[in-house]
T-cell receptor, first 114, second 112 residues
Framework: DAGITQSPRYKITETGRQVTLMCHQT?????MFWYRQDLGHGLRLIYY???????DKGEVPDGYVVSRSKTENFPLTLESATRSQTSVYFC?????????????FGSGTQLSVL | GNSVTQMEGPVTLSEEAFLTINCTYT??????LFWYVQYPGEGLQLLLK?????DKGSNKGFEATYRKETTSFHLEKGSVQVSDSAVYFC???????????FGTGTRLKVLA
């Protein structure tokens, strides 16, 4: 199906474990983003990517790693999970044309770190 | 720096009531302004946008006007429905930067 998909939908892990959240889009959008959503903070940008092999830090990048070897995939890795990383994570993509800044969101991954 | 401030929720209304959700922003230059909506268990989706001063964005009966003089982008709807129950996010982005600044979200609950 066309669109942007995230997996898993729910994940429970333990402190110190490595976790990877997957994101796949079928539109060939150049820009992709990872946000975390926390009560009282709204959405905060973790990392973004302008194209394959081009990534940059957002507002809250500490403890996270991203890669983008292919345009359609943008995985987010928590190298050593901490309780403060319990959150809902959203992947999004966007076209590159001026005025095309509309974000297309996945359905989210709810992560609990115990 | 750039920021977006939304009214605290939750907002609880009866069906067919008038809705206003306030949003003000701080930004240099002339950002584009957006309202996104998040239904339960889903990701955000664009509701409406405005790209310059005095523009009015509208969609599904919702409206918001880009007010440069008051740095505001308040969301309104004349008659809400139960199906409008969701969380609404105000956001801004400067053209070409793709770095959105989101407000904290306002939860709307509409009672039948």
């Amino acid at each position: 199906d066309a669109g942007i998909t995230q997996s898993p939908r729910y994940k429970i892990t333990e402190t110190g474990r490595q976790v990877t959240l997957m994101c796949h889009q079928t539109w060939s959008h150049s820009y992709m983003f990872w946000y975390r959503q926390d009560l009282g903070h709204g959405l905060r940008l973790i990392y973004y990517s302008a194209a394959a092999d081009i990534t940059d830090k957002g507002e809250v990048p500490d403890g996270y790693v991203v890669s983008r070897s292919k345009t359609e995939n943008f995985p987010l890795t928590l190298e050593s999970a901490t309780r403060s990383q319990t959150s809902v994570y959203f992947c999004a993509s966007s076209e590159t044309r001026v005025g095309g800044e509309k974000l297309f969101f996945g359905s989210g991954t709810q992560l609990s770190v115990l | 720096g750039n920021s977006v401030t939304q009214m605290e929720g939750p907002v609880t209304l009866s069906e067919e009531a008038f809705l206003t959700i306030n949003c003000t922003y701080t930004a240099t230059g002339y950002p584009s302004l957006f309202w996104y909506v998040q239904y339960p268990g889903e990701g955000l989706q664009l509701l409406l946008k405005a790209t310059k001063a005095d523009d009015k964005g509208s969609n599904k009966g919702f409206e918001a006007t880009y007010r440069k003089e008051t740095t505001s982008f308040h969301l309104e709807k004349g008659s809400v429905q139960v199906s409008d129950s969701a969380v609404y996010f105000c956001a801004l982005v400067h053209s070409g930067t793709y770095k959105y600044i989101f407000g904290t979200g306002t939860r709307l609950k509409v009672l039948a």
